[in-house]
């Protein structure tokens, strides 16, 4: 990829890698932090991570050995008329040679002229800027060589790896999915904060790791999500991964009005700030999804779903409630049409359960059926009540 800007020239290319690495190596005539070039250009990713709320990275001398080594390599190759950005990287990226107990790299390459343009250049690609900004990463190493001929005279060629390594002491993250998982969400600077407690054993073959701010869980049929806050108190109260609802198969999607969902093996927890955090399964959930879920007209949950009269269940929500039993399966009640049939008793009353949603009987006049009869409403004449003899 080659984009040309007058003077503001910029090549570069990402890779990422995620495992514990070994055997540092070195490079003659490698760039040192006391390099006037090399250390602006680090001094400049410093400061978009200070912008950004993130720590800055530390010079790692044996980081920059394996940057200037690759730099030293494209020096060359570049000047070659079959050079193809595809062969940019090693086949590892310098994967293999970055020192022991890192738990994140990455390599970005640059092709410019002022430490500025390179480093502007990678802020402004999505894929460089998430490895510059990344809570992963803690140390970094910076190569560059300066060819005197060839189509790439002048620029700088610069490359950047970049390592995480946890603080001496921390807990360690050994589980490859939890730690992609972990790695997702910015490691220790990230929403899930530094691991509390190595892995454990979970229900049915899977394990789990405590963070600051919230739980991965994985098993071997769901993959690795993270659970917290009010959904995760919720799925807690159903016993976590061993109860009804089973592993997450999801991390939490955003939902209407500032809320979010999660998906379960056997269901779904729905959270908002006015409703807090509920679940939804079965033929409710199925009959709340044909209403549009929580953008539709009964809004979200506000409670559980509650033991019903006959072997049935209810579940409250914004603007109506959802009743389901086994003789009549799952329907809705709202309006007037619900409060005529609360004046009976509800489900326990002489009209039973809904047997339908509500329905269009002529202009303006809409009905319910339940098991015991009948409930019809219009403006004109408001509800009407009739019961099956």
């Not at 400061?47 to 060359?76: C, E, F, K, M, Y």
């Not at 198969?249 to 379960?264: K, M, R």
Request: overall charge negative; glycine content about 14%; charged content about 10%.
């Amino acid at each position: 990829m080659f984009i040309r800007l007058g003077r503001r020239v910029s090549a570069a290319v990402t890779v990422v890698a995620l495992c514990f690495f070994s055997s540092p190596a070195g490079a003659a005539n490698a760039s040192t932090y006391n390099d006037p070039y090399a250390k602006q250009v680090v001094d400049l990713m410093n400061s978009q991570r200070a912008a950004a709320g993130l720590p800055a990275l530390r010079w790692n001398q044996a980081v920059s050995n394996i940057s200037q080594d690759w730099s030293n390599h494209l020096a060359t190759a570049t000047n070659s008329p079959a050079f193809s950005f595809a062969t940019i990287h090693r086949p590892d990226a310098g994967a293999n040679e970055i020192p022991a107990g890192a738990d994140w790299y990455r390599e970005i390459i640059g092709f410019n002229f002022a430490p500025a343009d390179v480093v502007d250049w990678w802020a402004g690609s999505s894929a460089h800027r998430d490895a510059m900004l990344s809570g992963c990463a803690t140390d970094v190493g910076i190569g560059y060589t300066v060819p005197t001929s060839g189509p790439y005279a002048g620029f700088h060629l610069v490359v950047s790896n970049l390592a995480g390594y946890p603080d001496p002491g921390a807990v360690p993250v050994r589980n490859g999915a939890i730690l992609s998982v972990w790695v997702a969400q910015g490691c220790a600077a990230g929403r899930l904060g530094a691991p509390v407690a190595l892995e454990g054993p979970a229900a049915n073959g899977g394990v789990s790791q405590s963070f600051q701010h919230g739980t991965v869980y994985w098993s071997p049929t769901s993959g690795a999500h993270t659970v917290w806050g009010g959904i995760r108190g919720e799925w807690g109260s159903q016993g976590f991964e061993a109860g009804r609802m089973g592993y997450p198969t999801s991390d939490e999607i955003p939902a209407a009005n500032g809320g979010v969902y999660q998906n379960f093996m056997y269901g779904t927890i729905y959270w908002s700030p006015a409703t807090g955090a509920h679940t939804v399964w079965g033929g409710i959930r199925g009959e709340w999804g044909s209403q549009g879920f929580e953008a539709g007209r009964m809004g979200y949950p506000t409670t559980d779903e509650i033991p019903a009269a006959n072997g049935g269940i209810r579940q409250a929500f914004q603007y109506g409630a959802l009743y389901w039993s086994p003789a009549s399966g799952a329907h809705i009640s709202w309006g007037g049409i619900r409060a005529a049939w609360g004046a009976q008793g509800y489900e326990a009353g002489p009209l039973g359960y809904p047997v339908t949603d509500e329905y269009t009987l002529g202009p303006g006049i809409v009905g319910q059926d339940y098991q015991g009869g009948r409930i019809t409403w219009s403006a004109a004449t408001g509800t009407k009540v009739t019961l099956r003899s």
